[in-house]
């Protein structure tokens, strides 16, 4: 039987002959098996052992000396493979649990995160600039690609980048004052995970039948805002806009007109017109905005509060201002 396994090895070690292997395997796979099975105490894996064991068989049957007792080869390389599949699936399991332990360890540091942002996140926000603002929604509240904030922002993808980390170090800075002492990558994981929590589903739909049966101009809400907004800005009677804001602004304005006398006026550009041309409103607009960039505090965003934005635009005129009574 022993000079048989090794004629029938070296017949498929030279001709590769099929059936010879074949003969092989049907003659000591019970022996392959039961080694690995009671090893490892799992049949799925004594089966992918005892195929792993006849591959390395097929793979060193040129190798062997013709003298070598094949059940004790076979014998001894199971049990090799069988012990590199054990230690191969306890580090599976060691990782897949130390993973899970991170895991759970992570979503309660997020969770403990959020608690102590969420009440400060809204003030946080809206003590931010509009574009500033508008990225991090984009990027955070609806889980956007950068590429899509800049193309929302009409700016680049690198520039949204910038943008965002610039909203995000404002936020940090906001709540560091609060006693909340969290890293930029910390805040944008919290808001990222909890900031927008599922609504009923239900709401969807009442809310759109309320405003198709009632219309939203027509609630008393809505007409209580429009007058605070009329009251806020009582002293307002005309509007200049540019072209670009056709639309909202515009029946925005309507809606105000019956509580107060406002008028808007849209400054439009020809489009026969080429190149540089003074539009009238306008270039007060942008000259102006010419003396806030020779203050070096207002060249660029540095205010966290928009409040104190307000405050250095008043120092600035007031300066300007001084220095034109000086000269007269």
């Known amino acids: 039987m022993m000079d048989d396994d090794m004629e029938l090895l070296r017949e498929y070690a030279t001709r590769r002959s099929e059936h010879a292997f074949a003969t092989l395997v049907a003659r000591h796979i019970s022996l392959v098996y039961s080694s690995a099975l009671r090893q490892v105490r799992d049949p799925n894996l004594a089966e992918e052992i005892t195929q792993a064991v006849f591959i390395i068989l097929a793979g060193k049957a040129a190798l062997l000396h013709s003298k070598t007792i094949l059940s004790g080869w076979l014998y001894r390389t199971t049990r090799f493979t069988a012990a590199n599949v054990l230690r ?49 929604l984009l990027r955070y509240f609806e889980n956007k690609s950068f590429r899509d904030v800049g193309v929302a922002l009409g700016a680049n993808e690198e520039s949204a980048r910038k943008r965002v980390a610039r909203g995000l170090d404002k936020l940090r800075v906001f709540f560091v004052k609060r006693g909340v002492t969290l890293s930029a990558v910390a805040i944008a994981g919290a808001v990222s995970a909890h900031s927008v929590q599922a609504a009923p589903v239900a709401l969807a739909k009442a809310t759109t039948a309320a405003v198709l049966a009632h219309g939203a101009a027509s609630s008393s809400l809505t007409l209580t805002l429009i007058k605070g907004l009329v009251n806020m800005f009582g002293r307002l ?92």
């Open 88 to 136: 191969t699936e306890s580090n599976r399991q060691r990782r897949e649990k130390e993973a899970q332990m991170q895991s759970t360890i992570d979503n309660a540091q997020e969770e403990a995160v959020w608690k102590e942002l969420s009440p400060l996140l809204d003030e946080a926000m809206n003590r931010l600039g509009q574009t500033d603002r508008d990225a991090l």
């Open 237 to 328: 009677q005309i509007i200049w806009a540019d072209g670009g804001y056709l639309g909202a602004l515009v029946r925005w304005v309507k809606q105000l007109r019956p509580y107060g006398k406002l008028k808007l006026e849209i400054v439009r550009r020809c489009d026969r017109v080429k190149g540089f041309k003074v539009l009238p409103k306008r270039w007060i607009v942008e000259r102006t905005f010419g003396w806030f960039f020779k203050s070096r505090r207002l060249c660029r965003d540095y205010e966290v509060r928009i409040d104190h934005s307000e405050a250095m635009l008043r120092i600035c005129m007031i300066r300007l201002m001084v220095k034109r009574l000086a000269s007269i």
